[in-house]
């Protein structure tokens, strides 16, 4: 989703589903076809990870539902494991990448700008403030809050519902 177009990844993740409907399936894939299929997103290389994790899934039995047994599954990063955990099975889950470290780190005034996935300082202090219920509903919120308000270049902080309480807005007022 950083490097595509949601559309392209729409139409990506309904083909690829159509054809391997469930991990044994994708488990026996040839990798030129998974290949063939993930093309549009031009990540080819994760073909065989992608072969690797429905091995793993059909091993295990099922997708686990736990951050250690998700981080255990081959190409499963923080990233991938607490979104699989929040949208999935409706768990309370840190959920950070490069767009919602954005929202995080301007709101808590982090001034770093390395990348989200070792920033232990920013993940704790999502890990905190991420709900117990509603985590998925949250995480959405923050994505789509990153995507038309917290914007890139120039924040529109005079429409945003956490303005109040934002390190960068009152530091720019
Ligand atoms: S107030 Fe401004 S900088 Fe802070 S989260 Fe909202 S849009 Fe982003």
Do not use: H
Request: charged fraction near 25%; aromatic fraction near 6%; charge should be positive.
């Amino acid at each position: 989703m950083q490097r595509s177009r949601s559309v392209t990844v729409a139409k990506v993740y309904e083909r690829l589903f159509t054809r391997w409907p469930d991990a044994e399936r994708l488990a026996r894939a040839r990798i030129d076809s998974i290949v063939a299929v993930i093309r549009p997103l031009g990540l080819t290389s994760r073909a065989a990870k992608l072969r690797d994790l429905a091995k793993a899934i059909v091993q295990f039995g099922d997708v686990p539902d736990s951050l250690d047994g998700l981080l255990a599954l081959p190409g499963v990063g923080p990233y991938a494991a607490g979104a699989t955990l929040a949208v999935a099975f409706n768990k309370q889950a840190a959920v950070v990448d490069g767009v919602t470290a954005r929202v995080y780190r301007r709101y808590f005034g982090l001034a770093s700008d390395a990348p989200a996935v070792g920033d232990e300082e920013l993940w704790s202090l999502v890990r905190k403030i991420t709900p117990r219920r509603s985590t998925k509903e949250w995480n959405w919120a923050v994505l789509d809050l990153a995507a038309t308000v917290c914007l890139p270049k120039v924040p529109r902080c005079s429409t945003c519902p956490l303005q109040a309480g934002c390190a960068l807005s009152r530091a720019r007022s």
